[in-house]
Structures are given as structure tokens and as C-alpha cells.
């Protein structure tokens, strides 16, 4: 399924669970006619086709589109409900094809508490994540520490006293470090 095919079907889901009915229900009951026509109106502000808006209602392309260009007579209660579904759609975020996430709300308290509950989990590992960032960037700033007062010597030296300290001293220093510890670990073996 495509994400804008899952896009529309989690929309649907939540004017569902605003209205607590199946849009796909075919019945000419008020409450059911403006409920497809909230739907139709976000999907299409959300550039959705009229087709794939009709097909994810079982509904014709044209009925929709009527829907949309009607939704001006709804209750006051269904355009709360538009704005609603917008603000419930702005803070879910975008899901890939392979994720599937079930929502069972009995009423839009329930719905958006869970909207926000996904989106605490997300910033709770994110967290977590930053967390072990700055653990590592903590362990780096201590050993630049250690270090410090090396540099501050080096740092009085000339160019040409520095090039020498590296070549004739750090050089075969950190060469035979090397190979003491090969041989320590042959040795282990």
C-alpha cells in the first residue's frame, strides 16, 4: 500500500473515531452524509484524487467530489470536527508502508491521547539516544584533558623543535608501544 493510500486510511480512521461510525456505511442518515463530507474535505486539502478519496470509502469519485463542494452546509459540530482531525493528522507522524500502528479509541479524548503517547515514545528514545551522545562526547572532552598539559608545553615550541619532538621522539615512542602490545597479545594466544 502506498503512503498516501495508508495516509487516507488513517484519516479515515480518525473522523471514525471522532464520529463513531464506519464511513463506508451506506446510509443517507445526516450525521453519516456530513461525516464523508468532513473526509472528503481534508483529503482533498491534503491533495488526495477523487478517486482514491472515493475508494477509500467505497464511495464514487463523483460523490465525493459533491461532498467537497457541499461541505459548506454541515453543522458547526462537523466543522469543530474538520479542525479537530486536522490538529489530530498535524501531530501524528509520517508512517512508512512496513509500519503499522493500531489506534483503538472510543472517543477522540482516547484518540488523541494515544496520538501524543506515540509521539512521547519516539521523543523518549530519541532522548535516550542524546543521552549516550553526550556520554561519548563527556569520555572525548576527559581524555582531551589528560592531554592538556602536553599541548600547553608543546605549545611554546617552534615549528621546527615540534617536527623533531614528532620524528625523532613520538614516532619510534609510539612504535614500540605498537609492538609491545602485539606481543602481548601473541603471548595471551
Known amino acids: 500500500m502506498r503512503s498516501n493510500q495508508i495516509e487516507l486510511y488513517r484519516l479515515r480512521d480518525i473522523v471514525e473515531d471522532f464520529y463513531g461510525f464506519d464511513l463506508s456505511e451506506k446510509t443517507r442518515r445526516r450525521e453519516n452524509v456530513y461525516a464523508k463530507k468532513v473526509f472528503s474535505k481534508i483529503a482533498r486539502d491534503l491533495h488526495h484524487t477523487w478517486q482514491n478519496i472515493g475508494d477509500a470509502v467505497d464511495c464514487n469519485h463523483a460523490t465525493m467530489l459533491h461532498h467537497y463542494n457541499s461541505f459548506h452546509v454541515v453543522d458547526q459540530y462537523d466543522k469543530e470536527v474538520y479542525v479537530k482531525c486536522m490538529k489530530v493528522l498535524s501531530m501524528v507522524p509520517d508512517i512508512e508502508s512496513e509500519t503499522t500502528i493500531e489506534i483503538h479509541a ?42 592538556e598539559p602536553i599541548v600547553n608545553i608543546m605549545t611554546g615550541w617552534g615549528d621546527t623543535a615540534l617536527q623533531d619532538f614528532i620524528d625523532f621522539r613520538l614516532k619510534p615512542y609510539d612504535k614500540t608501544v605498537r609492538m609491545k602490545s602485539q606481543n602481548d597479545r601473541r603471548t595471551l594466544n
Not at 472517543?107 to 532522548?127: H, V
Not at 543521552?131 to 572525548?140: A, F
Open 106 to 147: 472510543s472517543d477522540p479524548t482516547t484518540l488523541i491521547r494515544s496520538k501524543y503517547q506515540f509521539a512521547l515514545n519516539e521523543l523518549k528514545e530519541k532522548n535516550n539516544s542524546l543521552e549516550k551522545e553526550i556520554e561519548e562526547l563527556r569520555n572525548q572532552q576527559a581524555h582531551k584533558k589528560e592531554l
